[in-house]
């Protein structure tokens, strides 16, 4: 499993997010961009992202994932243009 199979998997099951992925083999960073965060709190984030995931954690593919998550107007409002 690489980076962008990971940014893949993500943005083909929350439609409509950006999903940055870094890291290799078993370990990754992920940031996930979407609307679909608006209202929710921390932990249904996480949750929505771990969804995504979840085939490829229990199978051991991914070992360990740490991830962020914001709504379009949070990532726009952390890196202004």
């Known amino acids: 499993m690489n980076a962008t199979d990971v940014e893949k998997l993500i943005q083909t099951e929350i439609a409509g997010s950006k999903a940055i992925a870094e890291g290799e083999g078993c370990s990754f960073q992920v940031t996930v ?45 952390k890196n202004p243009s």
């Open 33 to 77: 961009i979407s609307e679909e965060f608006a209202g929710k709190s921390p932990v249904k984030k996480q949750q929505l992202v771990y969804g995504c995931l979840q085939d490829m954690i229990s199978s051991g593919e991914i070992h360990a994932v740490q991830i962020k998550t914001f709504t379009p107007q949070q990532w726009q409002d």
